[in-house]
Structure formats: structure tokens, C-alpha cells
């Protein structure tokens, strides 16, 4: 594993750019709701990093790939947020329906794990070794900019990677 991560870390920003949300249970009104909450969220995230490359005159769309064994919920929490927008505004750079595959077979759903288990353990262990070699990886509208790519949901303040830089700004 820590080989994958060392060339995770190796791919430096932009060649590799990572998306992650973490909600904690609480945070929803219904448990059932995380999934949908936290899916939104990843799509609205992945959304603004193309139209922030838009506006630097790279005008690309995006496409999702998606675990096949979820394709059923995913397909249609996609297609309500294309259609009817989310209630954060409309998604306008993600396109298409997602590609499906299996863990095994597709490279980018394997570094996704990767990258979800580094934040997993984060969160639920407190242990930040694996997620200190990617971070640097996580969208960020420059360099030296806090991980927009990076989001913790909790009801309360929390001393992580994610919320420490929230807090500063509304301060």
C-alpha cells in the first residue's frame, strides 16, 4: 500500500487531482441520506474545478466512473441533479451518465479506494500517514491554496485538515 501512496503523492498537482467528502452520520436529518448528501457534494466539488478550468480557457466536461456495484443509486441521484438541479444550484460541466466498472478492472476506481481510505482513516483513526502523502493532491484553486477538493461535514468544530482553513475563513 504505501507504494501506491508514494505514487499517488509522486503525480504533484494538477496531473492527479482529488475529490472527498466526509459527512458524520449526524450531520442528516436521515441516515439513508448520507450517501446522497456526500455524493452531491462530491459532484458539485468536481463541477466548480471545471469551471474554474473553464474560466482559465480549458473548457473541458467532465465524466464520472462509478463503482458497478452501485450503479443503480448513483445513476439516479445523477440524473435528478442534471435534470432538477441540487439545492446548491445546477451542474453544468459533468456530463453524460457515468461510466460504471468494476474495482478490479478500472485503475481510477482503485486510486479512488485508495484515496477513501486514506481520508477513512483520518476520520475514523486519527492517523493522518496516509492521507498527509496525497493531500497535496486535492483540488485547490492554486498551490498554495487550502484543499477545496476536501470536505468535512460535522456539526460542530473539528480540528482537521478540512475544517481548520474553513474556520480561519470565517473568521
Known sequence: MDSIYNLMASMDFPKMILFSTAMHINRVKSPDKVLDEVFMDLVLRFDAFLRR?????????????????HEEKYRTL?????????KYGQIRNVIDVPYFG??????????????????????????????????????????????????????????????????????
Open 53 to 69: 478550468q473553464h474560466a482559465r480557457n480549458i473548457p473541458n466536461k467532465g465524466l464520472l466512473i462509478i463503482d458497478k456495484a
Open 78 to 86: 445523477l440524473a435528478s441533479f442534471q435534470q432538477g438541479g441540487t
Open 102 to 171: 468494476q474495482g478490479e478492472h478500472t485503475r481510477m476506481l482503485q486510486l479512488a479506494d485508495f484515496c477513501a481510505h486514506a481520508v477513512f482513516r483520518y476520520y475514523n483513526n486519527e492517523d493522518f500517514t496516509l492521507l498527509k502523502k496525497i493531500l497535496p493532491n486535492f483540488d485547490r484553486q492554486t498551490r498554495t491554496s487550502p484543499p477545496d477538493g476536501l470536505k468535512h461535514f460535522i456539526n460542530s468544530f473539528y480540528d482537521c485538515q478540512a475544517c481548520s482553513w474553513c474556520n480561519e475563513r470565517r473568521t
